[in-house]
């Protein structure tokens, strides 16, 4: 006994074995699985758009035009048009849907607080998130397309109101992550609450709410069915947004890719891989942006 | 009262410079106040009300958080609110510059003015009223934007635009609160940037930086290490002969340190609601409440014998 207690013990700082470990192993590798899991498609995606689109992309094939018909082998014409009508659609939207949205957002954090319009609206909001691009397309056309006929504006309409919904809700959930401490801190220095809103608020949140932005204005990007309807398909480029018949990438990718040609289904793979780089051309400018807005948050 | 007040007034003027870099000049502080008030005859009365709260109650939609309470902060005096938590000292603070506005639900009962003006009055408009009171909270919590944005925010929201102005405002404030050695180098850099006691003080010169005539100052060491505190308590001793400050404490210290005044809260348990209302016990000058507290409650919490 005597024995036994005389002898130093020394600590054992070594992992814990059994039931607790094993558990701690079997979650980090279901983590690593889920995580091979979400990259294999991402991965095969972008492989096969870009090992099938890469060989016809080339500067006559972004800019020129007009859109080649079907039935022309690879290489004539060009996506200059829907690159074009792309570009004109998607900023269009973007300028209507994402001032209004985020000013929704301020509106239901900043302002609504608890009452019924705020809560009315919040909710709104959250159902027209699950409404089908299809069904925005053919309201917008019942409302507008058949009074006003095709245009890149009807167009943009539908891909704006795909696009208010998410830009509310990720703006609002980045405005409740604001501490209020910081609300208060500008409020005991006698500003107003809309120069708290502008002042500190808005700055405090501009970094989520410009990446909740640009994941809307990516999704409307490769939005097709609410532009069947809505831009019509004009093969020649047309730089006036508000009327006529526009295009646009997706449309095209549609057009194309279910044909049996295999001009066409190059065209197709070309324009995927063009809609990939606008996009990813984009995140990078808007995260570019964003640091230089976020460089004093730490 | 003038003559009470030339009385007591140098001995307090003394205390910046003696008292901080010297703990041991502080001792017979107190004493000597309490003399130059004996010679008055008076009580220290001195000065002009800031501040005079009658019968103030305090609800939270329904919920009474304080009551009872009435008291008078004079001009630059540093008032010091003690207490223990859960009593209100928080609360009552900020319904001096209409902080409990921004909480809904939250109203105010009984008579509060600020230079004889009614502060819940009908008329007054709370970001007026915060123009003039200034507030320092228990976190720091510096704006995201850079050290000099941070100082030149308030200026710039009140109007301010000139640069030049701009600039000599915030090197004022920041030497104000001490803080401009540290950071004269670096005014562009991320006001988050700063530890802990440097944000604080940046908060305060921040506060500064619009001239209030009051600073409420929320446990404003309460997260800071014992140097850092013994700077924003020498920055407070240092500036109170241009500003009043009231200031909530949980460091009883702290309160003999650097208050004129301290006023005692305490709470009153309702058992058969089982709520929690707290309530002003005992006001005084801050010599006196410590050493010769009138309420028995007083008595047991400055000795140590209650939480």
Same mark, same amino acid.
């Given at each position: 006994?005597?024995?036994?207690?005389?002898?130093?013990?020394?600590?054992?700082?070594?992992? !814990?074995?059994?039931?607790?470990?094993?558990?701690?192993? &079997?979650?980090?590798?279901?983590?690593?699985?889920?995580?091979?899991?979400?990259?294999?498609?991402?991965?095969?995606?972008?492989?096969?758009?870009?090992?099938?689109?890469?060989?016809?992309?080339?500067?006559? /094939?972004?800019?020129?035009?007009?859109?080649?018909?079907?039935?022309?082998?690879?290489?004539?014409?060009?996506?200059?048009?829907? @690159?074009?009508?792309?570009?004109?659609?998607?900023?269009?939207?973007?300028?209507?849907?994402?001032?209004?949205?985020?000013?929704?957002?301020?509106?239901?954090?900043?302002?609504?607080?608890?009452?019924?319009?705020?809560?009315? &609206?919040?909710?709104?909001?959250? =159902?027209?998130?699950?409404?089908?691009?299809?069904?925005?397309?053919?309201?917008? /056309?019942?409302?507008?397309?058949?009074?006003?006929?095709?245009?890149?504006?009807?167009?943009?309409?539908?891909?704006?109101?795909?696009?208010?919904?998410?830009?509310?809700?990720?703006?609002?959930?980045?405005?409740?992550? @604001?501490?209020?401490?910081?609300?208060?801190?500008?409020?005991?220095?006698?500003?107003?609450?809309?120069?708290?809103?502008?002042?500190?608020?808005?700055?405090? !949140?501009?970094?989520?709410?410009?990446?909740?932005?640009?994941?809307?204005?990516?999704?409307?990007?490769?939005?097709?069915?609410?532009?069947?309807?809505?831009?019509?398909?004009?093969?020649?480029?047309?730089?006036? @947004?508000?009327?006529?018949?526009?295009?646009?990438?997706?449309?095209?990718?549609?057009?194309?890719?279910?044909?049996?040609?295999?001009?066409?289904?190059?065209?197709?793979?070309?324009?995927?891989?063009?809609?990939?780089?606008?996009?990813?051309?984009?995140?990078?400018?808007?995260?570019? =942006?964003? !640091?230089?807005? !976020?460089?004093?948050?730490? | 009262? #003038?003559?009470?007040?030339?009385?007591?007034?140098?001995?307090?003027?003394?205390?910046?410079?003696?008292?901080?870099?010297?703990?041991?000049?502080?001792?017979?502080?107190?004493?000597?106040? *309490?003399?130059?008030?004996?010679?008055?005859?008076?009580?220290?009365?001195?000065?002009?009300?800031?501040?005079?709260?009658?019968?103030?109650?305090?609800?939270?939609?329904?919920?009474?958080?304080? $009551?009872?309470?009435?008291?008078?902060?004079?001009?630059?005096?540093?008032?010091?609110?003690?207490?223990?938590?859960?009593?209100?000292?928080?609360?009552?603070?900020? $319904?001096?510059?209409?902080?409990?506005?921004?909480?809904?639900?939250?109203?105010?009962?009984?008579?509060?003015?600020?230079?004889?003006?009614?502060?819940?009055?009908?008329?007054?408009?709370?970001?007026?009223?915060?123009?003039?009171?200034?507030?320092?909270?228990?976190?720091?919590?510096?704006?995201?934007?850079?050290?000099?944005?941070?100082?030149?925010?308030?200026?710039?929201?009140?109007?301010?635009?000139?640069?030049?102005?701009?600039?000599?405002?915030?090197?004022?404030?920041?030497?104000?609160?001490?803080?401009?050695?540290?950071?004269?180098?670096?005014?562009?850099?991320?006001?988050?940037?700063?530890?802990?006691?440097?944000?604080?003080?940046?908060?305060?010169?921040?506060?500064?930086?619009?001239?209030?005539? %009051?600073?409420?100052?929320?446990?404003?060491?309460?997260?800071?290490?014992?140097?850092?505190?013994?700077?924003?308590?020498?920055?407070?001793?240092?500036?109170?002969? *241009?500003?009043?400050? %009231?200031?909530?404490?949980?460091?009883?210290?702290?309160?003999?340190?650097?208050?004129?005044?301290?006023?005692?809260?305490?709470?009153?348990?309702?058992?058969?609601?089982? $709520?929690?209302?707290? $309530?002003?016990? #005992?006001?005084?000058?801050?010599?006196?409440?410590?050493?010769?507290?009138?309420?028995?409650?007083?008595?047991?919490?400055?000795?140590? *014998?209650?939480?």
């Amino acid at each position: 006994m005597a024995v036994v207690t005389a002898e130093p013990q020394l600590p054992d700082l070594r992992e !814990a074995k059994g039931w607790r470990r094993t558990k701690n192993r &079997i979650m980090t590798i279901l983590m690593v699985v889920s995580f091979i899991l979400v990259i294999i498609p991402l991965g095969f995606v972008l492989f096969t758009v870009i090992a099938k689109g890469a060989s016809i992309i080339s500067w006559s /094939f972004l800019t020129g035009g007009p859109i080649a018909s079907t039935v022309a082998p690879a290489g004539v014409g060009g996506m200059g048009p829907a @690159v074009l009508g792309t570009i004109e659609i998607t900023a269009l939207a973007t300028v209507m849907a994402v001032p209004l949205g985020i000013l929704g957002a301020v509106y239901l954090n900043e302002y609504g607080g608890k009452n019924w319009l705020a809560a009315l &609206i919040g909710f709104m909001s959250d =159902v027209m998130t699950g409404v089908p691009s299809i069904i925005m397309g053919l309201f917008i /056309f019942t409302i507008w397309v058949l009074h006003f006929g095709l245009s890149g504006l009807a167009g943009a309409f539908a891909l704006g109101c795909l696009m208010l919904p998410i830009v509310i809700r990720s703006s609002y959930e980045m405005l409740r992550l @604001v501490p209020n401490a910081l609300r208060e801190g500008s409020y005991a220095l006698g500003a107003t609450k809309a120069r708290v809103t502008v002042t500190v608020v808005l700055p405090a !949140a501009i970094g989520g709410i410009v990446s909740g932005s640009l994941l809307a204005v990516a999704r409307a990007a490769g939005e097709t069915a609410p532009l069947l309807f809505c831009i019509g398909a004009a093969s020649e480029a047309n730089k006036n @947004v508000f009327s006529g018949a526009n295009t646009a990438l997706p449309s095209q990718i549609f057009a194309n890719a279910n044909q049996p040609y295999v001009g066409a289904q190059d065209r197709g793979w070309g324009a995927a891989l063009t809609l990939i780089a606008l996009c990813f051309i984009l995140m990078i400018a808007a995260r570019l =942006v964003t !640091a230089r807005f !976020a460089r004093y948050s730490r | 009262m #003038e003559q009470s007040e030339q009385n007591t007034a140098p001995g307090l003027k003394a205390i910046p410079e003696s008292a901080t870099r010297q703990p041991q000049v502080q001792m017979p502080e107190p004493a000597a106040i *309490r003399d130059a008030e004996q010679t008055a005859g008076l009580p220290a009365e001195a000065g002009v009300p800031i501040f005079e709260m009658k019968d103030v109650s305090i609800y939270y939609g329904s919920f009474r958080a304080v $009551t009872n309470v009435s008291l008078t902060i004079y001009e630059h005096q540093i008032t010091a609110f003690i207490g223990p938590s859960g009593c209100g000292k928080t609360t009552v603070l900020r $319904t001096l510059n209409r902080m409990n506005d921004l909480i809904p639900g939250a109203r105010v009962e009984g008579e509060v003015s600020y230079r004889g003006e009614q502060l819940y009055g009908k008329d007054v408009s709370p970001i007026a009223v915060r123009r003039r009171i200034g507030m320092v909270f228990q976190k720091p919590n510096p704006f995201p934007k850079s050290i000099y944005d941070n100082v030149a925010y308030g200026p710039r929201i009140n109007g301010e635009r000139n640069k030049k102005k701009l600039d000599e405002i915030v090197e004022r404030s920041l030497r104000q609160a001490a803080l401009w050695d540290e950071v004269k180098n670096r005014l562009g850099t991320s006001g988050l940037s700063l530890s802990g006691g440097q944000a604080q003080r940046l908060c305060i010169a921040r506060t500064l930086a619009v001239e209030p005539d %009051v600073v409420l100052m929320d446990e404003p060491a309460s997260a800071l290490d014992p140097i850092a505190t013994g700077a924003i308590e020498d920055l407070m001793k240092e500036i109170k002969d *241009r500003y009043t400050i %009231v200031i909530v404490t949980h460091n009883m210290q702290q309160a003999t340190r650097v208050s004129d005044r301290t006023a005692f809260y305490s709470v009153l348990v309702n058992p058969q609601s089982d $709520t929690r209302t707290g $309530t002003l016990v #005992e006001y005084a000058p801050t010599d006196r409440l410590f050493g010769d507290p009138q309420d028995d409650r007083t008595k047991a919490y400055v000795t140590g *014998r209650m939480g």
